[in-house]
């Protein structure tokens, strides 16, 4: 079976001036976890997940998960720091201004439609990573592939 026949099409993208808030609203809305990020021409250029924004601000808490509200973490941050109300309110701000960019890894481990769909389940264990944009041969983005549409494809066969 090809990639093409269990990635998702209709994908969940950010550009690198995309704000952070941006991103978390998304992931809670969409109950993702991770995007790729691209370029204006939709050449995959990096990718943001969730873990790697908890990382960049420093939390020292396991996954979590934007169920409620982004500013959850914002404030789980502040309460963590034991800074006072204001502090905290005033660091919201700064954080409210990051960019896509300054929480992305560029780094980004891709595969092609055509890919047998056991490749892409070999690349994402080697690589321990959940998702994987799937390109065209030009870089740019078609799709991606996830755990869950490799478990779903595979329960078709």
């Known amino acids: 079976m090809k990639v093409r026949s269990a990635m998702t099409r209709d994908v ?7 704000t952070i808030v941006k991103v978390l609203r998304t992931f ?13 021409s939709n050449k995959v250029i ?22 409620t509200s982004p500013d959850f973490l914002l404030i789980l941050a502040g309460l963590k ?7 905290i309110k005033n660091e919201m701000k700064v954080v409210k201004k990051f960019k896509v960019k300054d929480f992305m890894k560029t780094d980004v481990i891709t595969i092609g439609p055509e890919e047998d769909i056991m490749n892409a ?11 994987m944009p799937v390109v065209d041969k030009k870089g740019k983005l ?6 869950g549409n490799i478990i779903n494809a595979l329960a078709k066969m």
Do not use: C, M, Q, W
């Not at 969940?12 to 995309?18: A, E, G, T, V």
């Not at 720091?81 to 502090?87: C, G, N, T, V």
């Open 81 to 87: 720091s034991r800074k006072s109300a204001e502090e």
């Open 46 to 67: 990096g990718i943001i997940t969730d873990s790697d924004i908890i990382k960049k601000l420093d939390i020292k808490t396991p996954k979590v998960h934007f169920s």
């Open 28 to 40: 809670s809305k969409k109950r993702i976890s991770g995007a790729p990020v691209v370029d204006k």
């Open 142 to 147: 078609v799709g991606i592939i996830a755990r």
């Open 121 to 131: 389940t070999r690349l994402l264990n080697k690589h321990d990573i959940t998702r």
């Open 12 to 18: 969940i993208k950010f550009y690198p001036n995309d």
